[in-house]
T-cell receptor
């Protein structure tokens, strides 16, 4: 199982839609989970941290299910400005250099059409 | 507060050349890291440091060296550039390490093309 896996996407949705991204992870010991947003040709920027069961910020809701080892991101009333790639990040567990470091999924691209 | 800065923004190298990518942060973060991002591969960890004088290898360290002589600076050296090292390189820093990672802040990236 890969350390962090995300929905492959891309997601093409109309403005106002609700869209959900899932991220599964393999390190059951991780205590830190993040969703980052990355615009084209830019650096990733933190969207939300998820330290317990979940987190909500306006139209964005992140949920954590430790038993099933997944993190989800829900975007309500999506806007064209939400178009970006969304990266899930989890603390890694493999001995190949990822242990104790943030490991990122490959990202899911979202396009919101007006 | 400049955050994480990287130089240069763009670089073209010939195969076999060496160069250093600079990274600096002014947030007094102990943890710093280098990632490369390639299409379809996501962000992959190259090297990281948990404090001045301490560095370690990430997932894809071959062909790269790092050093951490100060808390602020974490340069990445390409020893002998190869076309496979064409990528976008991001430097990041944060407070936490281990299983309780804190938010990582990224620099703007360096786009490297190796011919």
């Amino acid at each position: 199982r890969k350390e962090v896996e995300q929905d492959p996407g891309p997601f093409n949705v109309p403005e106002g839609a609700t869209v959900a991204f899932n991220c599964t992870y393999s390190n059951s010991a991780s205590q830190s989970f993040f969703w980052y947003r990355q615009d084209c040709r830019k650096e990733p920027k933190l969207l939300m941290s998820v330290y317990s069961s979940g987190n909500e910020d306006g139209r964005f809701t992140a949920q954590l299910n430790k038993a099933s080892q997944y993190v989800s991101l829900l975007i309500r009333d999506s806007q064209p400005s939400d178009s970006a790639t969304y990266l899930c990040a989890v603390v890694g567990s493999n001995y190949g250099g990822s242990q104790g470091n943030l490991i990122f999924g490959k990202g899911t691209k979202l396009s919101v059409k007006p | 507060n400049a955050g994480v800065t990287q130089t240069p923004k763009f670089q073209v190298l010939k195969t076999g050349q060496s160069m250093t990518l600079q990274c600096a942060q002014d947030m007094n973060h102990e943890y710093m890291s280098w990632y490369r991002q390639d299409p379809g591969m996501g962000l992959r960890l190259i090297h990281y440091s948990v404090g001045a004088g301490i560095t370690d290898q990430g997932e894809v360290p071959n062909g790269y060296n790092v050093s951490r002589s100060t808390t602020e600076d974490f340069p990445l050296r390409l020893l002998s550039a190869a076309p496979s090292q064409t990528s976008v390189y991001f430097c990041a820093s944060s407070y936490g390490t281990g299983m309780y990672q804190e938010t990582q802040y990224f620099g703007p990236g360096t786009r490297l093309l190796v011919l």
